[in-house]
């Protein structure tokens, strides 16, 4: 049986809930859902709806890779502070402080935004982080 999970969807906002369904399916980790749902919000906020993407997961032993690859090699996610009012820009910090690492790789009419995780959840390159999820 494969380790990976790979993903082909159009991203909308009843996309997230399926590929977060899938990823805990495959993993059993609070961490890479919720890196998934930051991922394709992302795209949905700055690509639109609609935008084909490919959503893969790989690795389980003490590590796990998420990328998300879209059709825009031009809009590449930026790690800003967003002010204490605003209702968004906080998704890429939280990928920052959840991952080990993340980064963009251009490829030929594409991008590729990835994050690496360890696969026990609750623990980042800062320490230990407590996740709240609500129902």
């Given at each position: ?51 084909p ?9 003490a ?73």
């Open positions: 049986m494969s380790s990976d999970l790979t993903l082909r969807l159009l991203v909308t906002p009843g996309a997230v809930p399926l590929a977060r369904h899938a990823v805990r399916e495959h993993l059993g980790s609070h961490t890479a859902e919720l890196c998934v749902s930051e991922l394709l919000t992302n795209a949905l906020t700055h690509l639109g709806e609609g935008t993407v490919t959503l893969r997961v790989t690795g389980r032993a590590r796990t890779r998420v990328e998300l690859t879209d059709p825009d090699p031009r809009a590449w996610p930026v790690l800003r502070e967003a002010l204490d009012d605003a209702e968004s820009g906080r998704g890429l910090a939280l990928l920052d402080a959840l991952a080990l690492r993340w980064g963009v790789v251009q490829g030929p009419g594409s991008k590729t935004v990835w994050c690496e995780l360890e696969l026990d959840p609750g623990h980042s390159r800062h320490g230990r982080v407590a996740l709240i999820t609500g129902g």
